[in-house]
């Protein structure tokens, strides 16, 4: 019977030998010599083919083309379809024999399956390939099979973390290798040999490919590293160092001695069991203990001359040195008596403010301008309801209240102006201080000064970190030399886990451990979305010993203890009665929880070749890492090209993508082989560096081609995005980095006394006095906070001894750079009270 061949109605055969091979495997063929229609025999045309060998999925290992192989038995033709199109018949390799045990014909057919063509459809649909068979019978299909593109990304998702770890602890060492196809396979390394857990049952690698010591050895002491490995590439993690340490623990006490000649008896112990070891504490306790003996068992002595003559040598001495301590005290004082003098300079009074000229509706009450300092007030803790204001809308005449009496007369000198001591010299000359361990030595990102009880202000340009010294924090009779740092993470390590993520920088200011009577302020940026019902923020505080403690839980803060916080925006507001190193970490809640990620473009101020690369940053939203990526690209030579973009990034555990795109092809290719880059989720939430960049590399066809035009893309998967649209010329160096961009500060880093404030010290006093008692229509420091926004922390104020000084204090954080002192005097007008008239004078009566 004639048997069609494929899809084709007839094949043609333009050789003779083709034709003789059919009629000996049992064919017959009619028709011309070009024309040939194949027939089985006749024992076989009721058989279906089956197939012997189907094509199996593959894996394209960079440009090397696979091979798929289809075998049939009986078929009298094989073809491919791949992606649901027929593979031209050219591209196919065809084998026939004959199975001797049977007589069946068997067709073996393969093809080669190259990396282009399945870059053509990747990313619409996985390219597939799959032959069908046909006899007389009918046809019959082989399964599917799939070709993939090898690779295997270069950064792994999660890498270990090194960790200290107590003797036998249990240890979680944590891996999640990179994004590869196939899936890569993982093995851990200790100091470069590989661990094998069937020979060692103390390691259990879990399916998640975690590395588990189930009991810390000594010998378990080295660097751990995670290897993933497919058939496209090998990747090795950062080594994580895992220290174990022992503890010393104590030995038995050892008996007691014999009563000795003091009637007393000792006994000891030793701290061996075990010894401390590669890092461990030592015991805590004591190591000797003794006890008075019994009159029974104390020797009886007699004291001699030489014991009368000791006694009295020993009160002699004790004397001498008690003499010798009152000159020195009060040689002392005398030095410093003229710390706490009051002011005779009137000028005072108008210092820190810019008048509106306005002049006074009464000029009965111009005697407000010359009115002599009360530095003697004593303050006392606010007595009174906390009951809210709402109605309060007359206004109360002030002309016999407190505000107008007239102050104590007297002479007093208060300390004005700016610190201008050599950085380096204050470094070099604290570095010998116990407390100064721990301050880096990067005198370009620290200020200090020297400050008495009148107060002062600390700056570090351009970070957004600053440290306010409210008046009379300081006791009287004390100078403090003071220093506010910003620490990098080299520095010290802020241990995170889970979800947490650092939102702040960490600043340290000190020394630690000075005595205040008031509470500081410091200032620093955050990174929060600002929600926190999304949160729980903490503030952490390193301790002497160097560790990280929690102090305070935003939102649940206690006006008993020593920190409070104010969150706004884009700042956190820590009052602070101890000076020391503080950060803010943060833990999301749910994963509508986000940071505020920054990104900024730079490319080469000059290029002279073909290659052009644009680096894009991806940095927590605070100034402190905007200045320091500034100041790097500055030494770079690098420069800006578009503004900087805020991206809100979600605790969803996606990656961060970005890509570019629209680049006129003529003139411009990227030498990019994927389509975007990736940076890992966990490197962003709670990697050691607070900003990660990638870079673009682009090839120019002409060195006259100077015209970039593009779209680059940044976001998170399933997430938000931001682009820019960019286009200018590489050739011009119209955005340097130390241009407008890097606005240097230009205020003092330190100011010390009345300068370092907007309200003069007098009127500060003034109105102190007349908002901290409590009045029964409510026009007292409560009023004064609703206004300010400020009602929140109503608990907070009045716990304070005088709750307005505390709000003027969180008012100068504030406003010190951008405030207005009439918008203040315009608070203090519609609350009733007089002190605004003290603001608004002209300058001529100044």
């Known amino acids: ?95 026939r024999t004959v199975d001797p045990a049977t007589a069946l014909p068997i067709m073996q057919v393969t093809i080669d399956i190259t990396r282009q063509q399945v870059e053509k459809i990747f990313g619409l649909d996985e390219y597939w390939c799959q032959c069908v068979a046909w006899s007389t019978t009918g046809t019959q299909k082989s399964q599917k099979a799939y070709i993939r593109i090898a690779y295997l990304r270069k950064n792994f998702e999660e890498e270990p973390q090194g960790k200290e770890v107590a003797l036998d602890q249990e240890v979680l060492l944590r891996c999640h290798p990179p994004e590869g196809v196939p899936e890569a396979e993982v093995e851990w390394q200790r100091n470069e040999d590989v661990l094998n857990p069937a020979s060692d049952p103390n390691f259990f690698i879990t399916a998640d490919h975690n590395l588990v010591i189930k009991k810390a050895r000594l010998a378990d002491t080295g660097n751990y590293t995670c290897v993933a490995k497919n058939i496209v590439a090998r990747r090795k993690s950062n080594s994580a160092t895992v220290l174990v340490y022992v503890d010393g623990g104590w030995s ?51 004291s001699g001359a030489e014991d009368v003559a000791l006694y009295v040598g020993m009160v002699a001495l004790a004397l001498c040195l008690t003499l010798l301590l009152i000159v020195v005290v009060m040689v002392y004082r005398r030095k410093k008596e003229g710390l706490d003098a009051d002011v005779a ?63 104590p007369n007297g002479s007093h000198t208060l300390h004005n102006g700016k610190l201008n001591s050599d950085p380096s010299e204050f470094v070099s000359r604290l570095s010998s201080q116990s407390y100064f361990k721990t301050l880096p030595r990067d005198v370009a990102n620290t200020s200090y000064g020297t400050f008495n009880f009148l107060g002062g202000r600390l700056t570090i340009p351009n970070t957004g970190i600053s440290l306010l010294i409210p008046p009379e924090a300081i006791p009287r009779g004390k100078i403090y030399e003071i220093y506010l740092t910003v620490q990098r993470k080299e520095d010290l390590r802020l241990p995170l886990a889970g979800c947490q993520t650092l939102l702040s920088p960490v600043v340290s200011c000190g020394p630690p451990g000075v005595v205040l009577s008031r509470p500081v302020i410091l200032s620093m940026d955050h990174c929060s979305d600002g929600c926190l019902d999304n949160w729980a923020i903490r503030l952490k505080k390193q301790n002497y010993e160097g560790a990280w403690e929690d102090v305070l839980l935003m939102g649940e803060e206690l006006v008993s203890e020593p920190y409070y916080c104010q969150l706004e925006a884009e700042t956190c507001r820590l009052f602070s009665e101890q000076l020391g190193t503080f950060a803010l970490v943060g833990e999301s809640l749910h994963m509508g929880a986000a940071k505020r990620l920054r990104l900024v473009l730079f490319s080469d101020a000059y290029c002279s070749t073909l290659e052009y690369n644009i680096r894009v940053y991806c940095m927590d939203d605070t100034q402190d890492v905007f200045k320091e990526v500034m100041q790097m690209e500055r030494q770079l030579g690098g420069r800006l090209i578009d503004e900087p973009h805020i991206l809100l990034f979600k605790d969803s555990y996606h990656n961060l993508r970005l890509s570019i795109h629209d680049m006129p092809q003529a003139h411009w290719r990227s030498k990019l082989l994927a389509g975007y880059q990736e940076i890992p989720f966990y490197h962003i939430w709670n990697g050691s560096q607070r900003y990660l960049h990638c870079t673009f590399t682009l090839e120019r066809l002409s060195l006259s081609t100077c015209e970039l035009t593009c779209q680059l893309c940044v976001w998170q998967v399933e997430g938000e995005g931001q682009s820019f649209s960019l286009d200018f010329n590489i050739a011009k160096d119209t955005r340097a980095v130390d241009s407008e961009f890097l606005l240097m500060d230009s205020n003092a880093t330190a100011l010390a006394g009345p300068s370092a404030f907007q309200i003069p010290y007098l009127i500060r006093q003034k109105i102190c006095s007349s908002l901290d008692a409590p009045c029964p229509n409510g026009a007292d420091w409560r009023m004064l906070a609703q206004r300010l926004k400020l009602e929140r922390h109503m608990s907070f104020f009045a716990s304070k001894a005088s709750p307005t000084s505390v709000i003027l204090d969180l008012w100068e954080a504030q406003h010190f750079h951008s405030g207005n002192i009439n918008q203040l005097a315009t608070v203090m007008a519609d609350i009733g009270k007089q002190e605004a008239m003290i603001f608004l004078v002209s300058d001529g009566e100044c």
């Open 345 to 407: 300079d009137s000028s005072i009074l108008t210092t820190g403010f810019q008048p509106m000229g306005i002049k006074p509706s009464k000029p009965e009450n111009s005697h407000l301008l010359t009115i002599q300092p009360d530095l003697t007030t004593t303050t006392t803790s606010y007595q009174g309801t906390l009951r809210s204001r709402h109605d309060a809308t007359g206004k109360f005449s002030m002309t016999n209240g407190p505000l107008l009496d007239p102050l």
């Open 1 to 95: 019977m004639p048997l069609l061949l494929g899809p084709f109605v007839r094949c043609r055969f333009s050789a003779t030998l083709l034709v003789l091979w059919l009629v000996l495997a049992g064919f017959t063929c009619t028709g011309s010599e070009h024309t040939a229609t194949a027939t089985l025999p006749a024992a076989f045309t009721d058989l279906l083919p089956h197939f012997l060998i189907e094509p199996q999925d593959e894996y394209i290992v960079k440009n090397k083309p696979v091979t798929l192989t289809c075998r049939s038995t009986p078929a009298t033709q094989i073809y491919f379809k791949c992606n649901g199109e027929w593979v031209h018949q050219d591209d196919h390799l065809i084998e």
């Open 252 to 302: 038995e006490w050892s008996k007691w001695s014999a009563c000795g000649a003091d009637c007393s008896m000792w006994r000891s112990r030793e701290c061996t069991q075990p010894s401390p070891g590669t890092g461990g504490k030592e015991c805590q306790g004591l190591d000797l203990q003794s006890l008075n003996c019994t009159s029974e068992q104390c020797p009886q002595t007699v």
